[in-house]
């Protein structure tokens, strides 16, 4: 069945240091959906991106969806203890728009 | 605008009871779905409503149900409850448009069967 994939589960990182997490289905996705969950909170959208190639940025997060609309990847640049939680990526089912498919999360933990 | 709020938020049940929860979403959202979150599986979505009907389903048996009401507020039930049903149970709602499906969800209800 339709899959969607994130690696790495978990990252550890030195504030200050980079991470990136990557997000990759077993079909073409419509768009892709990114968003981020606090330890002991709730899913909180990030960005959702449409077009092959597109790429957007939110301060230091960098979106990115790929050519062939199966992968995408989150980087952050130089972190900062408020980023610590999961960071999910999730696309529609075949076609289905209003049923999301959602990979298992990265899990980011970032020593001060 | 208030957000999605979620009752309860803690619930205790034992194997074999049935459980109800609420949700109710954020003003002028007509879309609800429920998703299932425990930490081997991640975010599974059950089912969605919209405008009092169930337009999209998960997979999942049918020990889960849910119904909407005219004012969008949605209730989820799980019959017969099993050990492996216990989870963070969250609630999204959307507003309607074309292409772009933001969710917004609710802070969860803890279940766990005992």
């Known amino acids: 069945g339709q899959q969607v994939m994130q690696i790495p589960q978990y990252q550890h990182v030195q504030e200050g240091e980079d991470f990136t997490t990557y997000c990759n289905s077993s079909?073409?996705?419509?768009?892709i959906q990114w968003y981020k969950q606090r330890p002991g909170g709730h899913p909180v959208f990030l960005i959702q991106l449409v077009k092959s190639g597109e790429v957007k940025k939110q301060k230091r997060l960098t979106f990115q969806f790929g050519e062939a609309k199966k992968n995408s990847s989150l980087h952050i640049t130089a972190t900062q203890t408020t980023d610590v939680g999961t960071y999910f990526c999730?696309?529609?089912?075949?076609?289905?728009?209003?049923?999301?498919?959602w990979g298992l999360g990265t899990s980011l933990a970032v020593n001060p | 605008k208030a957000g999605v709020t979620q009752t309860p938020r803690y619930l205790i049940k034992t194997r074999g009871q049935q459980v109800t929860l609420s949700c109710s979403p954020i003003?002028?959202?007509?879309?609800v779905s429920w998703y299932q979150q425990t930490p081997g599986q991640g975010l599974q979505f059950l089912f969605e409503?919209?405008?009092?009907?169930?337009?999209n389903k998960g997979n999942f048996p049918g020990r889960f149900s849910g119904r909407q009401f005219s004012n969008s507020r949605s209730e989820m039930n799980v019959s017969t409850l099993e050990l492996g049903d216990s989870a963070l149970y969250l609630c999204?709602?959307?507003?309607?448009?074309?292409?772009?499906?933001?969710?917004?969800f609710g802070p969860g209800t803890r279940l766990t069967v005992l």
């Open positions: 999204a709602s959307s507003a309607e448009r074309s292409s772009y499906n933001e969710q917004f």
């Open positions: 079909t073409t996705l419509s768009n």
């Open positions: 999730a696309g529609p089912y075949a076609g289905n728009n209003r049923k999301l498919i």
């Open positions: 003003s002028g959202h007509r879309s």
């Open positions: 409503y919209f405008s009092e009907t169930q337009r």
